[in-house]
């Protein structure tokens, strides 16, 4: 008795050593499947936005609030750096949403400028939301246009953020380079305070107006935005194509006239392994409540869903591409 009891213990044993070590793969396959499923559901996605004063805090925790409430997802938006540091804070699992510019999310996807040579491809567009004015700020009436810079002490974004970028493009169509100004690098708040300050006698700031910091300075002084005429426009978008042509009207920020500038996409883009539902989630969230975000924040305004799907530099989520596909849309996916 003894040995058969034996015998059967260990037989026992060994079935289990097989299945365990894919004797049963259907069944290993199936558990995995599950704990992945367990694994996303419920889990918080964190939504990497921009600095706590500029739109991409403002709109994102909007629009998180929003998804989180109608949806099983649970997203939380956090302040960061911008840009380039959503996109690393992604790829290096930190996040798993992020707002980004059109322009630094192609420089991350095709490995140019400040991604030169490491190219960031595990990542994909959920959605584009809304054109981001690039805003040249200052409380000086005698900086009237971008050539007034030279020699000033101007902001030109912070480390990370795409604001940069754009600064050195703008500058370069007028034929300047960093070296023609006394840079420094601060964010959207950062820069507001050094205005205020007189540290400093303009700001560039990328982002879609009205923007909470710039809004918070024109209470206190008198503020200027720097235009771009069409000559400078038209260089810089034959050089750099994803700029388009926007205006910024008198009454945003209560200056004399309307302002001519160029504009970037704010997009939302997700890491590849964040679950099918969730980005098809997020993307239901927001279209399917646009009322609701609209009476929230401004920038809800200019939700369209025909906008939202016309990336191309970047491709799709599945998840997102789903939700396109029922509104009878096509887009492109990996």
């Known amino acids: 008795m003894k040995k058969k009891a034996l015998g059967l213990?260990?037989?026992?044993?060994?079935?289990a050593a097989l299945t365990a070590c894919g004797g049963n793969s259907n069944a290993s396959d199936n558990a995995q499947e599950t704990t992945k499923a367990q694994a996303s559901a419920g889990k918080e996605i964190k939504f990497t936005t921009g600095g706590d004063q500029g739109t991409y805090y403002g709109f994102g925790s909007v629009l998180a609030g929003q998804v989180s409430g109608s949806t099983d997802s649970k997203i939380?938006?956090?302040?960061?750096?911008?840009?380039?540091?959503?996109?690393?804070?992604?790829e290096i699992g930190d996040a798993q949403l992020g707002f980004v510019q059109s322009d630094v999310?192609?420089?991350a996807y095709d490995g140019t400028k400040t991604f030169e040579g490491a190219a960031v491809k595990d990542f994909s567009t959920v959605a584009a939301l809304y054109m981001e004015q690039v805003q040249i700020v200052t409380c000086n009436p005698d900086i009237k246009t971008v050539a007034d810079l030279?020699?000033?002490?101007?902001?030109?974004?912070?480390?990370?953020?795409?604001?940069?970028?754009?600064?050195?493009?703008?500058?370069?169509?007028?034929?300047?380079?960093?070296?023609?100004?006394?840079?420094?690098?601060?964010?959207?708040?950062?820069s507001v305070e050094s205005l205020q300050d007189?540290?400093?006698?303009?700001?560039?700031?990328?982002?879609?107006?009205?923007?909470?910091?710039v809004t918070s300075l024109?209470?206190?002084?008198?503020?200027?935005?720097?235009?771009?005429?069409?000559?400078?426009?038209?260089?810089?978008?034959?050089?750099?194509?994803?700029?388009?042509?926007?205006?910024?009207?008198?009454?945003?920020?209560g200056t004399d006239?309307?302002?001519?500038?160029?504009?970037?996409g704010a997009v939302v883009v997700a890491r590849d392994d964040v679950s099918e539902d969730d980005v098809y989630n997020f993307v239901q969230g927001v279209f399917e409540n646009t009322d609701k975000i609209k009476s929230a924040h401004a920038k809800g305004a200019e939700l369209d869903l025909e906008f939202a799907g016309s990336v191309t530099a970047v491709p799709y989520h599945?998840?997102?591409?789903?939700?396109?596909?029922?509104?009878?849309?096509?887009?492109?996916?990996?």
């Not at 213990?9 to 079935?15: I, K, S, T």
């Not at 939380?76 to 992604?90: P, Y």
């Open 76 to 90: 939380t938006a956090i302040t960061s750096g911008g840009s380039q540091a959503n996109i690393e804070a992604m």
């Open 150 to 190: 030279k020699g000033k002490n101007v902001s030109i974004g912070a480390p990370g953020s795409g604001v940069y970028f754009n600064a050195m493009d703008i500058l370069g169509a007028y034929g300047l380079t960093e070296k023609d100004i006394n840079p420094t690098f601060e964010s959207f708040g950062d």
């Open 318 to 334: 599945k998840g997102a591409a789903k939700y396109f596909q029922e509104k009878g849309m096509e887009v492109p996916v990996k």
């Open 218 to 253: 024109g209470t206190s002084k008198k503020i200027y935005l720097v235009g771009i005429d069409d000559e400078h426009i038209n260089k810089l978008v034959e050089e750099c194509p994803y700029y388009s042509k926007d205006v910024i009207a008198k009454d945003v920020y």
């Open 105 to 107: 999310m192609a420089y």
């Open 198 to 213: 007189g540290k400093i006698d303009a700001a560039f700031i990328t982002a879609g107006a009205p923007t909470t910091a």
């Open 257 to 264: 006239a309307d302002t001519t500038t160029v504009a970037v």
């Open 9 to 15: 213990v260990m037989a026992l044993v060994a079935v």
